[in-house]
C-alpha cells in the first residue's frame, strides 16, 4: 500500500499563511523528488513547487516564488510547503506527487498522487 497524503488546507483570509504535508506511508520519500500541484475548477494541474531527492533543489512556479517554500523532513517521511502572503488566485486543490530523483515541470512525469488538499484564500 503506497499512499501520499496532504493535509493542511483550509480557509484563510489574503495575506495569510498556511503550511502544507505531503506524508509518505509504504515507501520512503527521501527516495523520490516530490512536486507541489495545484488545481483550480476548470483549470489545468499548475506546478507549484518542487524538492529533488538526490541534491535536494528546489524549484518554484513564478506565481509563487517569494511567498511559498518547499521543505523536506526525512525522519518525518513528510515533505512540506509553506504558504506566505496568500491570495485569492492561490485558491485550488493541491496535490502533492513523487517522481524519482528529478524535479520535471510537468504533473505527467509523476507516478505517485495524494488525494489533494483544498486551500480557500478568501477575497
Known amino acids: 500500500q503506497l499512499q501520499l497524503v496532504e493535509s493542511g488546507g483550509g480557509l484563510v483570509q489574503p495575506g495569510g499563511s498556511l503550511r502544507l504535508s505531503c506524508a509518505a506511508f509504504g515507501f520512503t520519500l527521501d527516495y523520490y523528488a516530490i512536486g507541489w500541484f495545484r488545481q483550480a475548477p476548470g483549470k489545468d494541474r499548475e506546478g507549484v513547487s518542487c524538492i529533488s531527492s538526490s541534491d535536494g533543489t528546489t524549484y518554484y512556479g513564478d506565481s509563487v516564488k517569494g511567498r511559498f517554500t518547499i521543505s523536506r523532513d526525512n525522519a518525518k517521511n513528510t515533505v512540506y510547503l509553506q504558504m506566505n502572503s496568500l491570495k485569492p488566485e492561490d485558491t485550488a486543490v493541491y496535490y502533492c506527487?513523487?517522481?524519482?530523483?528529478?524535479?520535471?515541470?510537468?504533473?505527467?512525469?509523476?507516478?505517485?498522487w495524494g488525494q489533494g488538499t483544498q486551500v480557500t484564500v478568501s477575497s
Open positions: 506527487g513523487a517522481q524519482g530523483v528529478g524535479c520535471p515541470p510537468s504533473p505527467y512525469e509523476y507516478v505517485y
